[in-house]
């Protein structure tokens, strides 16, 4: 079968799910608008997230990945068949949310006319990258350290962190769910047993406290839990958490306790919640899937603790939510991008020390709809006019960018990137899945690590975990083919954690 007809075959199997519903159209008498296919995306796309122009991705993933989960959105899709491919439990969810309207949003002839719109003018294959400064090797900035894997375990790691004032590092392991300390010289110290796979931990004068996912594969279900871990065997403090991600402490509302913000992430549903200092739901700030990370910090310099998120599900972009006292806050949407952009973290951070908070943005989750190389993916910087106005200063093309954080890692005074890539181009040479960018002043220098940038990484933190006054940083991989793997016996040892320790701010 040739190209043509394959696509041909792509639409038609889109449209599909169209034909299934139609009759619903045709019962409320919806009637073709006349507007072209571009006309028509450009109306109904928007009102729901930035616009995706055709180029964003190839046609094929248009035809069988992107358009079809469009089509449920605007109630044009079949619904139920969707239902049967996902459990019982996230279908009660979904439908209770409502999350995926009866009623059809158009005529099934404007849904084919945008079909074939996205189709017809998206490229082939992937729009390359434009042209970078290539990465050149890294060298006696940092020394590589490993954890020990006695067990030789697949790598299954969800969460990395470290805790300075601790002198630990805590490492959370999925599969044989369990959260470990290790101290600063790398001995691991004590270990917790958790019933879910562990994404953040914070710590109190008097508590540590892990936060499980429930379920880590996408999912609706309110399975998430906070626990308190501190004294071994985890006691629940919150539980009915829809996959929670991330956990931040500080004082919202002045009252001189702490309180705690939970992204839960979700799939189709999520929200950002704020419980007090007894863990009691104080309010739901947000409530939209996809909430990835949330920063507590004055950002406009009012004196009061403002909130910067970032939501990555579907209506992707950046949130600064500006506290108006008594407990209120007012959103104001500061950033926006396309619903495949793959938004992944943000760093909030004053990159170039004019006193104004900054945004260190990264897009490459290529886990969903369109698993492809995008050139849109990457390291941005976004810097505040002091206004929380955000203007992209410096883009980086690095495919399946997961996290990046700045520091001054080497010392010299100025903010530097450290950046890891969940989906590199495992062709592209150097390889990617670590770059760190130096400041030179005058801008960012790409660098590669070699044993570091040639894996792929989920995870990573920094911080002076030796307490000896420079930047360490720790990466973890999260290899599902380990976990795949007949027997866990392996003739190559398999680590999943490595710590950089910087070797006292010796400069490149």
């Not at 996912?213 to 006691?235: F, R, V």
């Not at 954080?405 to 989906?423: K, N, P, R, T």
Request: some cysteine.
């Amino acid at each position: 079968m040739n190209r043509a007809s394959i696509f041909s075959l792509l639409i038609a199997n889109t449209l599909l799910y169209v034909s299934c519903d139609s009759t619903k159209a045709n019962k409320q008498n919806l009637v073709p608008s006349g507007l072209t296919g571009e006309q028509l995306s450009q109306q109904h796309c928007v009102s729901c997230h930035a616009y995706p122009s055709p180029n964003l991705v190839e046609k094929e993933w248009w035809a069988k990945g992107i358009l079809p989960k469009m089509a449920l959105r605007l109630g044009m899709g079949n619904k139920m068949g969707y239902f049967t491919n996902i459990s019982y439990e996230d279908m009660m969810e979904v439908s209770v949310a409502n999350i995926y309207p009866d009623a059809p949003a158009m005529a099934p002839e404007d849904w084919k006319k945008i079909v074939d719109f996205y189709v017809k003018n998206a490229p082939e294959k992937p729009i390359p990258q434009v042209s970078k400064v290539k990465a050149t090797q890294l060298s006696d900035l940092f020394d590589i350290q490993t954890l020990e894997n006695t067990n030789n375990e697949p790598s299954l790691v969800t969460m990395v962190k470290i805790l300075p004032n601790e002198q630990a590092l805590y490492v959370a392991h999925r599969g044989r769910n369990r959260v470990e300390k290790w101290d600063k010289t790398l001995q691991k110290i004590s270990e917790v047993p958790t019933e879910s796979p562990v994404s953040d931990v914070v710590k109190t004068p008097n508590n540590m406290m892990a936060l499980g996912m429930g379920i880590m594969d996408p999912n609706d279900q309110a399975l998430g839990k906070l626990w308190s871990i501190a004294k071994g065997s985890p006691q629940t403090l919150v539980e009915k958490l829809r996959r929670p991600v991330e956990i931040s402490m500080g004082d919202l509302d002045a009252n001189g306790t702490p309180d705690y913000l939970i992204c839960e992430f979700g799939n189709d549903i999520g929200k950002l919640t704020w419980y007090d200092q007894n863990f009691k739901l104080k309010k739901e700030i947000l409530n939209f899937a996809g909430i990835r990370n949330a920063t507590i910090t004055d950002i406009n310099g009012d004196k009061l603790p403002d909130i910067v998120v970032l939501q990555t599900q579907g209506d992707e972009g950046i949130w600064v939510l500006e506290n108006r006292g008594n407990g209120e806050f007012e959103p104001k949407r500061v950033l926006r991008f396309p619903p495949i952009y793959g938004s992944s973290f943000i760093q909030v951070v004053d990159i170039n020390k004019d006193g104004y908070q900054d945004i260190v943005y990264t897009n490459g989750d290529n886990a969903d709809a369109s698993i492809s190389l995008k050139r849109y993916h990457g390291v941005h910087v976004y810097l505040n006019d002091g206004k929380t106005n955000f203007k992209r200063q410096y883009f980086y093309p690095m495919h399946g960018a997961s996290k990046a954080l700045s520091q001054d890692f080497d010392g010299d005074g100025d903010m530097d990137i450290a950046a890891i890539s969940f989906f590199p181009d495992k062709k592209q040479s150097p390889a990617e899945g670590f770059l760190y960018f130096e400041n030179t002043g005058k801008g960012f220098t790409p660098h590669f690590m070699e044993g570091i940038s040639d894996k792929k990484w989920m995870v990573m933190d920094c911080g002076d975990l030796d307490k000896d006054g420079d930047i360490d940083l720790v990466l973890g991989a999260f290899n599902l083919q380990d976990r795949d793997r007949q027997s866990n016996a392996s003739s190559e040892k398999r680590t999943g954690v490595y710590v950089l320790k910087s070797k006292n701010k010796t400069h490149l």
